[in-house]
């Protein structure tokens, strides 16, 4: 504590300012509870945009997704995640769009979209993922199908 007192002392005595510091919060505030149960690859002619992070709590019945950018890693550029929940046995991703049931998070994002929930105790899940890069390309992760059900 004397160093403190005394690094702060020296400082008004040289008309220095003394800035405080920011402490971010941590990375786990956004991140989805649970455990993971995939990571999906969101790629463009072979090239990895980012990585779709699915994550299911069973405690709570709730599906989670984070999408990480891969490419041009810090520059704000496009991204997109949705996350819908549908019952078992709907037969195709279309089908499932339509429930009500569904979160999403899009915008410019230098880092990762997300995270979406949605309750998903005896449902399935369908996702939408897309990344673009510092040129505009998207690369883009649709489930062909329900998948993921609880």
Known sequence: MKLAT??????ALIGATVVPLTIAAPASAASCSGSQVDSIPVKRSGKTYG?????WNGSTGTNCARLD????????????????????????TAA?????????????????????????????????????????????????KPFHCG
């Open 69 to 92: 950018r891969v490419v041009d890693y810090g520059t704000k550029s496009g991204m997109i995640l949705q996350l819908w929940a549908c019952a078992k046995g709907t037969p195709s």
């Open 96 to 144: 499932c769009h339509r429930s009500s049931i569904h979160d999403e998070d899009s915008g410019q994002f230098g880092q990762y979209a997300g995270p979406v929930s949605v309750k998903g105790k005896g449902k399935c899940i369908v996702v939408q993922a897309g990344v673009a890069d510092k040129n505009h390309n998207w690369a883009n992760y649709n489930s062909q």
């Open 51 to 55: 990585t779709l992070k699915l994550y």
């Open 6 to 11: 005394v690094g702060l002392a020296a400082a």
